[in-house]
């Protein structure tokens, strides 16, 4: 499981980690100045959702829900919001972004690995969604490659440059996120965040180090434990 160490950070990896949204005021700021990424701008906003409608959108959403901001080598990089869209079931939309740049670090990868864990391991909650309002390819492969698949489309729900368009709802429900394959979930196994926060916060920490060589060490030994057993006809 994730574990928070005593700033409340949860690392993600060595030079990763997210922290609560809202506890600076740069984190705000993070958020308007990605929105105003003239790439992000062109693929989100549509009539009725301009900027300052989406900045309201999102202050809502972190009055009933939850949101991190992501850091990577101490600098911001990306933002999520949990937003409760249904209480029984117990169901939660995803809001957020990355910056484009560290992609190709795994980072989208490993935030979304502990969304899901937050969703369906912390909260219990039945289902994680996604909307799609705004054609957007970036994010459709996001969805798709993170487990979230197209439910149903929405005739007319938007209007884009004058024209009706429909909106697109992907989900993920809990029974389906326990049947994805083990590096879409983190175990008590495979964690590395509680040995780092056992280390007092420090950024890689020898103790982690230590307890993955123990570790290793430990299942070569039992391998060779298994080959000599099967020598002895066990």
């Known amino acids: 499981m994730y574990q928070a160490d005593e700033f409340g950070r949860v690392w993600l990896d060595d030079e990763t980690f997210i922290a609560p949204f809202g506890h600076f005021d740069a984190d705000y700021k993070y958020v308007v100045d990605y929105l105003d990424n003239p790439i992000i701008a062109k693929n989100t906003f549509y009539e009725g959702l301009n900027r300052e409608e ?37 169901i939660y939309a995803v809001h957020g972004g990355l910056d484009a740049h560290l992609s190709k670090h795994g980072i989208g990868q490993k935030m979304m690995d502990f969304i899901k864990w937050a969703v369906f391991m912390k909260a219990n909650a039945y289902k994680l969604e996604g909307y799609i309002c705004k ?30 368009s429909p909106m697109h709802i992907y989900g993920l429900t809990k029974g389906a996120y326990l049947k994805e394959k083990p590096h879409g979930r983190i175990t008590e196994t495979t964690d590395s965040t509680e040995s780092r926060s056992g280390s007092k916060g420090t950024s890689g920490g020898a103790g982690t180090r230590t307890r993955k060589t123990k570790s290793r060490k430990s299942r070569l030994r039992k391998r060779l434990s298994r080959k000599q057993r099967s020598k002895r006809g066990f």
């Open 135 to 164: 054609p957007n390819q970036l994010i459709k492969r996001f969805f798709n490659k993170f487990g979230l698949v197209k439910e149903s489309e929405l005739q007319d729900r938007i209007l884009i440059d004058g024209t009706p």
């Open 54 to 90: 989406l900045i309201f959108r999102y202050v809502q959403y972190l009055k009933y829900g939850v949101g991190w901001i992501g850091f990577h080598k101490k600098k911001r990089g990306g933002f999520v919001i949990l937003e409760p869209v249904s209480i029984k079931p117990l």
